[in-house]
């Protein structure tokens, strides 16, 4: 059975995608902890970040350091966390959303109804860093 994550890279799930290339895609989280947090997803099919091949392994994280910087560029936080936690969806993903102290990365902290408008509000901007900083694999949404 595909995980949620494939589902939504086939089109059966909707998502607000900021990034979409051959190896993986990137997409607002449902439920961020933070506005801008963004999910990193291989489209490989892996559980377990360990297990990944070198090649997806990089570039997943090169994606995520990209991402990573336009949120930068938008929120100006304090730092850009990343995270690998992987228990909630048995496909590998990274957490990437700013962060201003230890705790804004604690899933009990995170937005169980976050805004639709604000969601798209955050994808656009994200979209038009990634843009600015001249990646041509945004995501049109």
């Known amino acids: 059975m595909p995980s949620v994550f494939t589902r939504i890279m086939e089109g059966e799930l909707p998502a607000r995608f900021v990034w979409s290339d051959e190896v993986c895609v990137a997409f607002l989280s449902i439920n961020p902890l933070r506005p801008g947090h963004t999910l990193v ?8 970040w360990l297990d990944l091949d070198r ?9 995520a350091q990209w991402i990573g ?3 930068h560029e938008v929120w100006h936080p304090t730092k850009v966390g990343l995270m690998i936690a992987g228990l909630e969806v048995p ?15 604690e899933f009990a902290h995170a937005d169980p109804n ?13 979209r038009r860093a990634l843009a600015g900083l001249g990646f041509e694999q945004v995501s049109s949404g």
């Open 41 to 48: 997803v291989p489209r490989l099919e892996v559980e377990d």
């Open 55 to 63: 090649e997806t392994a990089s570039h997943v994280i090169m994606v």
């Open 69 to 71: 910087k336009a949120i």
């Open 91 to 105: 496909h590998t993903h990274l957490h990437v959303s700013p962060i201003d102290r230890a705790r804004d990365l």
């Open 114 to 126: 976050p805004s639709p408008d604000d969601l798209d509000r955050s994808a656009e901007a994200i």
